[in-house]
T-cell receptor, first 115, second 115 residues
Framework: ETGVTQSPTHLIKTRGQQVTLRCSSQ?????VSWYQQALGQGPQFIFQYYREEENGRGNFPPRFSGLQFPNYSSELNVNALELDDSALYLCASSLMSGQGDNEQFFGPGTRLTVL | DQQVKQNSPSLSVQEGRISILNCDYT??????FLWYKKYPAEGPTFLISISSIKDKNEDGRFTVFLNKSAKHLSLHIVPSQPGDSAVYFC??????????????FGTGTRLTVIP
């Protein structure tokens, strides 16, 4: 069973640039969620994709956007980067079956630094 | 608006003793609670969970207690081991008949187990 993988591991960008982060979900999972973890904080929900459609969104502006592909892998795109976007970006996959609780499995994250 | 709170940023415990990590929540719609453990440079790893219909769940050295009336849960680790040293996040999930099954995280407690 392959776990959740993310790329790249680290990334440095400058203010105003655009960035794309990638995530491969765990085998058999159909749902991908993205979280932002700022230094000293807990992960904050950005959005979730289920069967290639956005299924929910946290309190993040529209310059944060995403995609989910037919193989359930996903991208997070951030436009017009700001200094406060510097954080660890975590991807989590799960199998949403409508049965209630669903454990989410996290990747190792991408550390984004905006200068 | 922090709906899940961990008021102790850090905790130090002697090896072999009990570690108790606490978590409070404000949203009465939460019906599933999880604890994640995070090492540096890794994503959060699921540790143990509890449904709102239970008040206790045990898995080996780890026990989670839920007090719904107080909106409080705690994680007990007995006996504590040096390998338990990590940041522990409390997370909560709403009943997601529709919409995302995203997690709401606390800010984490850094546990240090002293040999």
């Amino acid at each position: 069973e392959t776990g959740v993988t993310q790329s790249p591991t680290h990334l440095i960008k400058t203010r105003g640039q655009q960035v794309t982060l990638r995530c491969s979900s765990q085998s058999g999972h159909n749902t991908v969620s993205w979280y932002q973890q700022a230094l000293g904080q807990g992960p904050q929900f950005i959005f979730q994709y289920y069967r290639e459609e956005e299924n929910g969104r946290g309190n993040f502006p529209p310059r944060f956007s995403g995609l989910q592909f037919p193989n359930y892998s996903s991208e997070l795109n951030v436009n017009a980067l700001e200094l406060d976007d510097s954080a660890l970006y975590l991807c989590a996959s799960s199998l949403m079956s409508g049965q209630g609780d669903n454990e989410q499995f996290f990747g190792p994250g991408t550390r984004l630094t905006v200068l | 608006d922090q709906q899940v709170k961990q008021n102790s940023p850090s905790l130090s415990v002697q090896e072999g003793r009990i570690s108790i990590l606490n978590c409070d929540y404000t949203n009465s719609m939460f019906d599933y609670f999880l604890w994640y453990k995070k090492y540096p440079a890794e994503g959060p790893t699921f540790l143990i969970s509890i449904s709102s219909i239970k008040d206790k769940n045990e898995d080996g050295r780890f026990t989670v207690f839920l007090n719904k009336s107080a909106k409080h849960l705690s994680l007990h680790i007995v006996p504590s081991q040096p390998g338990d040293s990590a940041v522990y996040f409390c997370a909560a999930q709403r009943n997601y008949q529709t919409g995302a099954n995203n997690l709401f995280f606390g800010t984490g407690t850094r546990l240090t187990v002293i040999p």
